[in-house]
């Protein structure tokens, strides 16, 4: 399968600064990226979609202020954690899929600790 | 709406043991079925995938699946657990290939010697 590469793969970070996560798509163009969430023992949640050169879309929810989502690039996706909180804290897991109709394949994701 | 319904959050075997994880599934459009094993502060790792070809899909790790349409599930086994089989197992579905997966909430599997 297709390798994507997610980036730092934890970070610790004080309250009140901002985080950026990297997503690559190492051996194809992504024109696609989804981003998830998962708080411990919990299963993986929605947070946005993105695709290349448009504006991401949220799922219900989530704050697209404080969730910057960028996706400049076709290998290239970042999301932001502005101003983080210790509730922020969590495994955030990125995915890429190339054209539609065909597989998304997962980063290895990040934990994220604020503290 | 689609959905995923995992039953029991947790499941313990015996070593050697039949492993059955339990999904069910809601969706208005013939769904893409997958299931993923993820390990402590790991990613998601795909197990196999059901795509409306064979009803019957083979994954890695001796683990299989099998999609019941008339059961609304997809169910996950391995004939014989192993140690290493212990993570927490996740089933997903999607309308679409390359579309945003609906996961559910898990289920972690312990295995005793």
């Known amino acids: 399968g297709a390798v994507v590469s997610q980036h730092p793969s934890w970070v610790i970070c004080k309250s009140g600064t901002s985080v950026k996560i990297e997503c690559r798509s190492l051996?194809?163009?992504?024109?696609?990226m989804f981003w998830y969430r998962q708080f411990p023992k919990q299963s993986l949640m929605l947070m946005a979609t993105?695709?290349?050169?448009?504006?991401?879309?949220?799922e219900q929810g989530v704050e697209k202020d404080k969730f910057l989502i960028n996706h400049a690039s076709l290998t290239l996706s970042t999301l932001t954690v502005t101003s983080a909180h210790p509730e922020d804290s969590s495994f955030y897991i990125c995915?890429?899929?190339?054209?539609?109709?065909?597989?998304?394949?997962f980063g290895q994701g990040t934990r994220l600790t604020v503290v | 709406a689609q959905s995923v319904t995992q039953l029991g959050s947790h499941v313990s075997v015996s070593e050697g043991a039949l492993v059955l994880l339990r999904c069910n599934y809601s969706?208005?459009?013939?769904?893409?079925l997958f299931w993923y094993v993820q390990y402590p502060n790991q990613g998601l790792q795909l197990l196999l995938k059901?795509?409306?070809?064979?009803?019957l899909v083979k994954g890695i790790n001796g683990f299989e699946a099998e999609f019941k349409k008339s059961e609304t599930s997809f169910h996950l086994t391995k004939p014989s657990a192993h140690m290493s089989d212990a993570a927490e197992y996740f089933c997903?579905?999607?309308?679409?290939?390359?579309?945003?997966?609906?996961f559910g909430k898990g289920t972690t599997l312990s295995v005793s010697s």
């Open positions: 993105s695709n290349e050169g448009s504006k991401a879309t949220y």
């Open positions: 997903a579905v999607s309308e679409q290939a390359g579309t945003a997966l609906i």
């Open positions: 969706s208005s459009v013939p769904p893409y």
């Open positions: 059901y795509t409306s070809a064979a009803t």
């Open positions: 051996d194809f163009q992504a024109t696609t």
């Open positions: 995915s890429a899929r190339g054209q539609i109709n065909t597989e998304a394949f």
